[in-house]
C-alpha cells in the first residue's frame, strides 16, 4: 500500500469592508496612532457590521482556496473550522458546508483560539495520511469584534475580523507537511480568557442552575508577551528538527499576527531575516485563527510564496497553546 502525504493546494481569505484606523480608536478611549503603532505594530482593523456572519467570512475564504486548488465543492470531503466566535455556539462549520454546496463533506469546529489553524491543519493531516478523507478545507476564523471591551484599551487596540482557508489533498509518494508540534498549558489559562459568568437562578425551591453570557476578553499583556517570545521560537525549532531541516531552510516564517514586537523578537531569536518573516498585521490586527492563513492567502497571491518554497507557522495564545507546522507549498 503506497504510503499517502499531503499537499497544500489553495488559500483563500475574506475580511469585513468597515475598516478603524488608530485615530478612530482614539475617539472612544485615551489612545493615539503612534501609541498603538510604537507598541503593537498595529495601524487599523477590519471589523465585522452586524449583517456580516462568521459563515459569511468562512463561505467566501473557502471558496476561494477551493477555486485555486482546481477543485469544485463536491469534491471536498471534510471542513475543519478553527474558531472561537461561531455564529453558533453548536457549531458554524456545517452551515458553511451548506452555504459553500459543499454536500458530500462533514463539518465541524475546532476550538483552539489563535493556535486554532496550525492545529486544525495538524487535525486534517491526520485524516488525509490515514487515507479516511482526501481532499480537505481548513478553516481559520474570528469575529473577535464581538467580544471586545471597547471602552478598555488595553485590548480593543489589538483585534480585528477575518477569515483564511486553505485545502491539503492527498497526494502519493511524498508529504508536504515536512513536520509539527502542539503544546498546552491551562496553568496559564487565566493570562488570556473570554470567561463565561452566570448568575444563580432558582427553578424550584431546591434546584438552581446559572444563566448569563461571555465576558470581554481579558488579557495580561506582558504575560503574553514574555510566553510568546519564550515559546515560540523553542515550537519551530522542534518543527524544523522533526522535519529533519535547519532554520536556513526556511523560505518563509508566517506566525500568529499578535504584535509586531512578539515576531520582531522571535526572528532575533531565531536569527532569522526579517525579510522572511510574513507581517500583515499593520492592516488587519490580531485576527485570531484566521490571522495566519490570511497572511499566507496574501503572500500567496502577491507572488511572494511560490510552489516549492518551505513555509513555518506557529500558533500561540488562550489556553495557553502553542503550535508550529513546516511546510511546503503546492504540490
Known amino acids: 500500500m503506497k504510503e499517502i502525504g499531503i499537499g497544500i493546494t489553495g488559500c483563500g481569505s475574506a475580511t469585513p469592508q468597515q475598516v478603524m484606523s488608530n485615530d478612530d480608536l482614539s475617539h472612544l478611549v485615551d489612545t493615539s496612532d ?12 477590519h471589523l465585522a457590521t452586524n449583517e456580516l456572519s462568521l459563515s459569511d467570512l ?4 473557502a471558496a476561494q482556496a477551493i477555486e485555486m486548488a482546481g477543485l469544485t465543492p463536491a469534491d471536498i470531503d471534510l471542513i475543519l473550522l478553527a474558531t472561537s466566535t461561531p455564529d453558533d455556539l ?5 452551515q458553511i458546508q451548506t452555504m459553500l454546496g459543499a454536500n458530500n463533506a462533514v463539518a465541524f469546529d475546532l476550538t483552539a483560539a489563535c493556535s486554532g489553524f496550525v492545529f486544525a491543519l495538524i487535525t486534517a493531516s491526520q485524516f488525509i495520511r490515514t487515507g479516511v478523507y482526501k481532499r480537505v478545507v481548513v478553516i481559520g476564523a474570528d469575529i473577535l469584534s464581538r467580544w471586545v471591551d471597547w471602552s478598555d484599551r488595553t485590548t480593543c487596540v489589538l483585534f480585528g475580523d477575518g477569515a483564511g482557508a486553505v485545502v491539503c489533498q492527498g497526494i ?3 508529504d508536504h507537511l515536512l513536520g509539527f508540534t502542539m503544546y498546552s498549558d491551562g496553568k496559564q489559562h487565566e493570562a488570556l480568557s473570554l470567561n463565561y459568568q452566570g448568575q444563580t437562578q432558582s427553578l424550584t425551591e431546591n434546584l438552581t442552575i446559572a444563566q448569563g453570557t461571555y465576558q470581554p476578553i481579558f488579557m495580561q499583556g506582558r504575560d503574553i508577551y514574555r510566553f510568546a517570545v519564550e515559546k515560540v521560537p523553542e515550537v519551530i525549532e522542534k518543527a524544523v528538527f522533526k522535519a529533519d531541516l535547519t532554520i ?3 523560505h518563509w516564517v508566517i506566525l500568529h499576527q499578535a504584535n509586531q514586537r512578539i515576531i520582531d523578537a522571535v526572528a532575533k531569536r531565531l536569527k532569522i531575516s526579517s525579510e522572511k518573516m510574513i507581517s500583515n498585521l499593520d492592516e488587519y490586527g490580531n485576527t485570531s485563527a ?8 496574501e503572500a500567496v497571491r502577491s507572488g511572494k510564496i511560490k510552489p516549492g518554497d518551505i513555509v513555518a507557522t506557529a500558533g500561540f495564545g488562550a489556553g495557553l497553546t502553542w503550535g508550529a507546522a513546516i511546510f511546503r507549498w503546492g504540490l
Do not use: C, V
Request: net charge neutral; aromatic share 6%; hydrophobic share 35%.
Open 58 to 61: 468562512s463561505t467566501q475564504a
Open 90 to 94: 453548536f457549531g458554524t462549520a456545517t
Open 248 to 250: 536556513d531552510d526556511l
Open 34 to 45: 503612534e501609541w498603538i503603532r510604537t507598541r503593537t505594530g498595529i495601524r487599523k482593523r
Open 172 to 174: 502519493e509518494a511524498q
Open 290 to 297: 484566521a490571522s495566519i492563513p490570511l497572511a499566507l492567502d
